[in-house]
Structure formats: structure tokens, C-alpha cells
């Protein structure tokens, strides 16, 4: 008789015609994704994980799924079986504890500049301290004035936030990228990049910068579903460390905090791009047919949609580059927007011009 097997396990053990249970989308993200990191640290014979860990939704997240891989690993596999496995050398008459593990596989770096705050350095380092994890803190201001010394000399003109926003936000975020990979290069570790599918469909990251990494565990996945899994796993998988990131707003921090900056201001509400992601990409529909069937959804001035609409697609078309570039990620429902193995796009093409002309019309 044909063998049934668990589902969602970090082993394949053999059962009698079992039926898996149903359990919730928030617990079956975590489950996944667990085994996920498990099967990808395992097999690419590495030493750990290395992240830098920024105190926000993103790199709390998987930080926690780090944390979670150790937890379930222990009670699925046994401390011994585990640690064979990922290559820890344990001495069984006195083995490691759960967070003494979590510090031997999950490194992290919490990488200032004079625009982060506070708050976001304590929402790391509680986190880091929470699970077990390593964590490092440096300032890299002395990097970021380096390079624009550099520029501003050949260029013959001071940078400023009025003429140069863009460029002297992506030099902070870029200058993050050598330290962390040298300390991920040190560690003989993977380093992993904190992308999710939202900012992928927009182009919301730093190429070379906060894009950077081995493998990406949340880029299949929205960023209303990372805020909405960090609140749930703060109660249900009893991780209080997530309390400080929980009370953050989401925001990269890269300009001054004169100038405050969130990531819904620099784009729109994150259930927006949700919305209008699942109508343009996975089910094809035109700027015009996606108007129509928001403007009876939502209570939103039909000039403000129509914004939002033309902003998506432009930043979708205008940013397929990025998306080629991405680290690869795990496919954790029935949607991806990795072009390497799920939703092809051309990197050039005519921006949905004549379509989004149509929805001025209406």
C-alpha cells in the first residue's frame, strides 16, 4: 500500500493513511518557512545565517523564522539528530539550550546612521536578545561621507536632500551591503535578505544594498501579511521580543527625521498595492478594469485611486530589472513575482503607457 507522509515536517516519516490536520495560514507560513531555512542551510553546507537586522517588520520576521527553525527542529528531530544535521558538534551529556543554538546559526547587525532613531536600535537589539541571537551594532556615517565626499568632488557641488533625495538615500543603504557580507563571508554563513513581495512588486529596494543576500525567505510574500504574522507570533509563539517592532510604523529610515518618512507615504497603503497587485498580475486586469472594480470596493476618492493604480504599474514595469536580481525565494502560496521561476516580465517595455492613458479618460 502507498505510504502517506507528514506534511510540513523536517522529516519524511512514514504514516498510516494520517490525515494532516488543518491548521491556520499564519501557522502554516511559519511551519514552511522553518523547514525552508532548514532544508536550504542543511543542503548548501553553510554555518549559519547572518542578517541585518534593522529592528523593522522585515528582518524581525525572519529573524523569528530563524528562531522557530531551532524550536521545531528540536521537538521534531531531537537535540542530537538536529545539531548532526546542520553540522553542530554537541556534547550530549550537556547540550546546548534552545537559545544557545539560535546564537550558533542566526549572526546579526544592527547598522546605523545619524537618520535612524532610537527606538529602532532598541526594537533590534530586544529582538536579537529575545531569541539568543549574535547581535552587533556599528555606525556607518564615516562610509555614506565617504562616498559622497568622493562624489561631490568630481561632481563639483554639495549633495542635498532637495536636488538629491533619491541618491543620498540608496548610498546608506548600499554602504550596509560589504560589512554584512563580510561578516556573513567570516561566518561561512548565508546571509539573508529582507525583501518582501510588496516592496518586489515596486521596486522599493536598494540594488547592491538592502537587496543583498544568499537566499530571500520573505519575497514571496506581502508585507500586510508580515505586519499582520508579527502581531500573531508575538501571542502565539509566545515571542515577546516582537513587542518593540510591533509599535514601530514601517520606514527605512534613510532620511533625516526632520524630513519623517514612512513607507506608505513614499508609496501607498500596503493593502492597496495588495489589492491591485492580485487584479494587474495574477489576474491580468487592465489599469481600467482595476478602477472599476475598486472604485465600488473602496472608499477612496476616484482621483487618489486612479494614483495609486498609475503609480503601481509604472513602478512594476520600470522596476522588473530589480526583480531579475533578487536572491532567490521560497514559494509559500500560489503566487510569486520571482522571474526566475514564476512570473516572467520584460525588463523593457512600454510601461502600460497607452493603458493608463485609458483610465485618464473614464
Same mark, same amino acid.
Given at each position: 500500500?502507498? /505510504? ?10 512514514? /504514516? ?19 523547514? *525552508? ?29 530563524? %528562531? ?16 548532526? +544535521? ?20 542566526? #549572526? #546579526? ?9 532610537? $527606538?529602532?536600535?532598541?526594537? *533590534? +537589539? ?46 546608506? %543603504? ?44 520573505? %519575497? ?14 508575538? +501571542?502565539?509563539? $509566545?515571542?515577546?521580543?516582537? *513587542? ?15 524630513? #519623517? ?65 533578487? %536572491?532567490?525565494?521560497?514559494?509559500? $502560496? ?29
Amino acid at each position: 500500500m502507498k /505510504q502517506d507522509f507528514q506534511v510540513l515536517s523536517f522529516e519524511l516519516i512514514p /504514516q498510516k493513511q494520517k490525515i494532516a490536520p488543518v491548521i491556520s495560514k499564519e501557522e502554516e507560513f511559519t511551519q514552511a518557512s522553518a523547514i *525552508a531555512l532548514f532544508d536550504y542551510l542543511r543542503k548548501s553546507k553553510s554555518k549559519g545565517f547572518v542578517l541585518s537586522l534593522s529592528g523593522g517588520a522585515d528582518s524581525s520576521s525572519i529573524a523569528v523564522l530563524v %528562531a522557530e527553525m531551532v524550536t521545531r527542529g528540536l521537538k521534531e528531530l531531537g537535540h542530537s539528530s538536529f545539531c548532526q +544535521k546542520i553540522g553542530i558538534v554537541c556534547d550530549e551529556n550537556s547540550p546546548f539550550s534552545e537559545k544557545e543554538l539560535v546564537g550558533k546559526l542566526l #549572526t #546579526t547587525a544592527y547598522q546605523s546612521t545619524k537618520n535612524s532613531s532610537y $527606538d529602532t536600535f532598541e526594537s *533590534a +537589539k530586544t529582538l536579537a536578545r529575545s531569541l539568543g541571537a549574535v547581535f552587533y551594532n556599528w555606525n556607518i556615517d564615516d562610509e555614506v561621507a565617504s562616498y559622497t565626499h568622493k562624489i561631490e568632488i568630481a561632481i563639483g557641488r554639495k549633495l542635498t536632500w532637495e536636488q538629491d533625495d533619491v541618491t543620498l538615500q540608496n548610498i546608506q %543603504a548600499r554602504s550596509r551591503s560589504p560589512i554584512i557580507w563580510m561578516l556573513a563571508n567570516l561566518n561561512n554563513a548565508l546571509l539573508l535578505n529582507t525583501s518582501n513581495r510588496s516592496e518586489g512588486d515596486v521596486g522599493y529596494t536598494t540594488m547592491d544594498g538592502d537587496s543583498s543576500g544568499s537566499i530571500s525567505p520573505i %519575497a514571496g510574500v506581502d508585507k500586510s501579511f508580515v505586519l499582520h504574522w508579527l502581531r500573531w507570533a508575538e +501571542k502565539n509563539l $509566545d515571542r515577546a521580543g516582537l *513587542a518593540p517592532v510591533n509599535a514601530l510604523q514601517p520606514s527605512a529610515e534613510l532620511r533625516p527625521q526632520d524630513r #519623517t518618512q514612512t513607507d506608505e507615504a513614499d508609496l501607498m497603503p500596503y493593502s492597496i498595492i495588495l489589492k491591485i497587485e492580485k487584479l494587474a498580475i495574477k489576474e491580468k486586469k487592465s489599469p481600467l478594469d482595476i478602477f472599476l472594480i475598486l472604485n465600488s470596493e473602496l472608499d477612496l476618492p476616484k482621483n487618489i485611486l486612479k494614483e495609486y493604480i498609475k503609480k503601481f504599474f509604472r513602478l512594476w514595469a520600470r522596476n522588473q530589472w530589480k526583480r531579475e536580481r533578487l %536572491a532567490p525565494s521560497f514559494h509559500l $502560496d500560489e503566487f510569486n513575482i520571482d522571474p526566475k521561476t514564476w512570473y516572467r516580465f520584460p525588463i523593457l517595455s512600454g510601461g502600460f503607457a497607452e493603458e493608463l492613458e485609458l483610465l485618464d479618460t473614464f
